[in-house]
């Protein structure tokens, strides 16, 4: 591993506790990259950053040791109702998943409310306490709930056990009294119609980003889990780069963050190079950064907003030194606000950018889908005549319904309005660009922003605005494109792409 120290002499810093965590790291030994043709890098170089005695902290949200996962046991057989048909309080207790197990195990239909399933499991528990069997072999017990209630609405239910559904506020109405037949015995079923709203809530210990929080799920979706669906590392005699990428909106607060440790994030993922978006840096502060930069990733590019100072900022960091590099799109109306750095290597463009958001009231949506994403659009085509291009950062757009979890309720906020999907489409994926995560992740729900209003990191209730999109002729070169959900400190969650040289 890599030893890389980070330092900040900027301002009055807080010393922050660094926690090391169990990591698995690639192989140190790995060929670096052929990035440079000026620059050749020895893959066991240690980097050591100097750091003053009050260095800063960066959090890296605590990842439980074993993450509590529930399971239900699918193979009971039927003689052992009695183990699982406790008291009433108990059965309310069971989440409706549960309640639809535990009837398939005894070999009941396991389709309606929970209410319902409550009922005929009660049904069968009385039975059992009769001495009345609750399964005959080879015959099929037919459950029929007739269900007619009036104003009442409610989400489609989640087959997965870790999908979250929410349906709408309490409502009860009185529903007829039904017969429940089974075995042969008829048991009068009082039910009602019980609508909750089910709050998203994570048990403690459980990791956020592995329960799929989505509003409207469909088939098939499944959460992001990158220890599950990370592929294995490379080869040793495999060469690649290891690019990364992070909104860190604000770059001077995260560094001041207690708890947070640039030393654990550099050591943990051996990034070749780290994009940055909203540093909300001004140029008189940039020195003052660099110097913290030190041995190891000795090239830095950084451009600022000096339309409005403190705000937006875009960065490259590299271990490698680029042939050129160039800042903005060359167009005067859009390079106010420091929102793109390019650099060249030997086999790629790669691009910083932070696409503008759309605002509230969406007062720059007309800009931004008329003037700035075809302008980028056609900048990264100008590109890709010489040499494959890496667009990454914060493009503000959650591309479809899978990327966004209440998509219904954000028909017209900026980032998910048809407008700024369809430019999306237009200028970079119908435009030969390929978005790597989905393309790796057809189906699955993985997030990269959470506002911090409404704590929606603690429920993943997020947005996918983050990307690393390529050239189609480097797509199939791409071995890994990846999310980082456990890495705190900013609204966004870092990402990354691994890529094959």
Request: charged letters at 25%.
């Amino acid at each position: 591993m890599r030893n890389l120290w980070f330092c900040s002499n900027f301002g009055n810093l807080k010393v922050g506790t660094l926690v090391f965590l169990k990591l698995r790291v690639m192989e140190p030994s790995r060929p670096i990259s052929n990035l440079s043709a000026s620059t050749s890098c020895n893959s066991t170089m240690k980097y050591v950053y100097k750091r003053s005695k009050k260095s800063p902290g960066i959090s890296i949200i605590q990842r439980s040791e074993e993450a509590v996962v529930k399971e239900n046991d699918m193979e009971r057989k039927s003689g052992e109702f009695q183990s699982f048909a406790h008291d009433a309080a108990e059965l309310e207790a069971m989440t409706v998943q549960e309640l639809r197990t535990r009837l398939r195990s005894i070999g009941l239909p396991a389709k309606g409310r929970k209410s319902e399933l409550l009922s005929a499991l009660k049904c069968c528990k009385d039975n059992q306490i009769n001495g009345e069997s609750s399964h005959v072999a080879g015959q099929q017990v037919n459950i029929s709930l007739k269900r007619k209630a009036k104003n009442s609405s409610r989400e489609d239910d989640v087959q997965n056990a870790t999908s979250l559904s929410e349906v709408s506020e309490v409502q009860r109405s009185k529903r007829r009294v039904e017969k429940l037949s089974a075995d042969n015995n008829v048991c009068e079923v009082s039910t009602e119609v019980l609508t909750t709203k089910q709050k998203l809530s994570i048990e403690p210990g459980v990791e956020p980003w592995t329960v799929l929080a989505h509003k409207k799920p469909q088939k098939g979706w499944v959460p992001y889990i990158p220890r599950m669906m990370r592929p294995p590392p490379l080869s040793g005699d495999t060469k690649y780069t290891k690019l990364m990428s992070w909104n860190v909106n604000g770059l001077r607060a995260l560094l001041k963050l207690e708890g947070f440790s640039a030393l654990e994030l550099a050591q943990r993922e051996e990034f070749d190079v780290l994009c940055l978006q909203e540093t909300k840096l001004q140029e008189k502060d940039v020195e003052a950064i660099k110097q913290c930069l030190l041995d190891g990733y000795d090239n830095s590019f950084w451009t600022c907003s000096v339309s409005k100072l403190g705000y937006s900022g875009t960065a490259i960091i590299s271990r490698v030194k680029p042939l050129s590099v160039r800042y903005g799109l060359g167009i005067r109306d859009h390079d106010g606000e420091g929102r793109l750095v390019t650099v060249e290597f030997d086999k790629f463009y790669l691009l910083s950018a932070y696409v503008p958001n759309s605002g509230d009231g969406l007062k720059r949506l007309s800009y931004r889908i008329t003037q700035w994403d075809p302008s980028l659009g056609r900048y990264m085509k100008e590109l890709e005549k010489s040499k494959p291009v890496v667009l990454t950062g914060d493009l503000n757009c959650a591309h479809q319904e899978i990327d966004i979890y209440n998509p219904a309720g954000n028909k017209r906020s900026a980032g998910f309005t048809i407008e700024e999907r369809e430019s999306f489409e237009t200028n970079f994926l119908s435009n030969g660009f390929v978005d790597t995560f989905r393309k790796q992740h057809p189906g699955v729900v993985g997030y990269t922003y959470w506002g911090y209003r409404h704590g929606g990191r603690k429920t993943n209730k997020g947005w996918r605005l983050d990307y690393f999109l390529v050239s189609e002729s480097i797509a199939d070169k791409v071995h890994d494109s990846y999310i980082l959900p456990d890495v705190g400190g900013s609204d966004h969650s870092p990402i990354g792409l691994i890529l094959k040289l």
